[in-house]
């Protein structure tokens, strides 16, 4: 499977989780398939989605075509609003 969406079960914030919903309700209304890592399992796959991310603070969510880094959901959302989201998520 291509796009992998990091995401969290656990947090406080309620940005993050509206947020995540937002981009899980987006990917299925357009048939996308994608992956769900929950980073809250263990340190190491947040560690692993900051790297990929090259920013040390990222904060899920964040998109992932295989290991190639699409972006955050700003990025999404923008690419939401300019119906370019397959080139967002590199399927195009």
């Not at 309620?14 to 981009?23: F, L, M, N, Y």
């Not at 190639?68 to 195009?92: H, I, N, P, R």
């Given at each position: 499977?291509?796009?992998?969406?990091?995401?969290?079960?656990?947090?406080?914030?309620?940005?993050?989780?509206?947020?995540?919903a937002?981009?899980?309700?987006?990917?299925?209304?357009?048939?996308i398939?994608?992956?769900?890592?929950d980073?809250?399992?263990?340190g190491?796959?947040?560690?692993?989605?900051?790297?990929?991310?090259?920013?040390?603070?990222?904060?899920?969510?964040?998109?992932?075509?295989?290991?190639?880094?699409?972006?955050?959901?700003?990025?999404?959302?923008?690419?939401?609003?300019?119906?370019?989201?397959?080139?967002?998520?590199?399927?195009?």
């Amino acid at each position: 499977m291509g796009i992998k969406l990091y995401y969290t079960t656990v947090t406080a914030s309620r940005t993050v989780k509206s947020q995540q919903a937002e981009v899980i309700r987006i990917l299925e209304s357009k048939s996308i398939q994608y992956e769900l890592i929950d980073i809250s399992v263990g340190g190491e796959l947040r560690d692993e989605m900051r790297s990929k991310a090259g920013n040390p603070a990222a904060v899920p969510p964040q998109l992932f075509n295989e290991d190639q880094y699409c972006g955050d959901y700003e990025m999404f959302s923008d690419a939401v609003e300019d119906d370019t989201v397959d080139q967002f998520l590199k399927m195009a």
